[in-house]
């Protein structure tokens, strides 16, 4: 049930916004937003605007890394919420790998859901990690970046 009500408050555009500018305040400002969330994946948008962008007229690094991060990072809330226990998580590694450079809105999609679920089932019995691929396209359907982003998870004692 709580997965329910997160993935309704996940999908609407004003309750996530909100969340975003109380949350991650700096994602919210570079106009990182969240297209759609399931548990299977999700997808994180970035536009190509003057608060997103470097001076050499593409999207800078960590706007894309940010939109990254959020595909990924939803599915561990997703993941989580399933969960009666309170669950630490930390992203410890990030690589990214740049193919194209990124003058539009560029849409980042993670599908590793089902990883990232049985990932956490297994921080039941020890911490564990997992490493999550998201893809960056631009709106040709072009590949601009991947990113591999390591996540963390602990069970907290309470």
């Known amino acids: 049930m709580a997965t329910t009500k997160l993935l309704s408050k996940l999908n609407s555009k004003w309750q996530f916004a909100f969340y975003l500018w109380y949350?991650?305040?700096?994602?919210?400002?570079?106009?990182?937003?969240?297209q759609q969330a399931d548990l299977n994946g999700a997808t994180a948008t970035?536009?190509?605007k003057r608060r997103s962008q470097n001076?050499?007229?593409?999207?800078?690094?960590?706007?894309l890394a940010m939109a990254a991060e959020l595909s990924t990072g939803v599915l561990c809330l997703l993941a989580a919420?399933?969960?009666?226990?309170?669950?630490?998580?930390?992203?410890?590694?990030?690589e990214g790998v740049?193919?194209?450079?990124?003058t539009g809105i560029t849409?980042?999609?993670?599908?590793?859901?089902q990883a990232i679920a049985a990932a956490m089932q297994q921080a039941h019995h020890q911490p564990t990690t997992?490493?999550?691929i998201s893809k960056g396209y631009n709106a040709g359907r072009e590949t601009v970046a991947t990113f591999k982003i390591t996540w963390s998870f602990k069970i907290k004692n309470s």
């Open 130 to 132: 997992i490493t999550c």
């Open 55 to 63: 001076p050499f007229g593409s999207t800078y690094f960590a706007c």
């Open 23 to 34: 949350k991650l305040p700096a994602a919210f400002y570079c106009g990182v937003r969240l």
């Open 81 to 94: 919420s399933g969960i009666d226990k309170k669950v630490s998580m930390l992203v410890v590694s990030i």
């Open 98 to 102: 740049f193919d194209k450079k990124a």
């Open 46 to 48: 970035v536009p190509f």
């Open 107 to 113: 849409f980042f999609t993670c599908n590793d859901g």
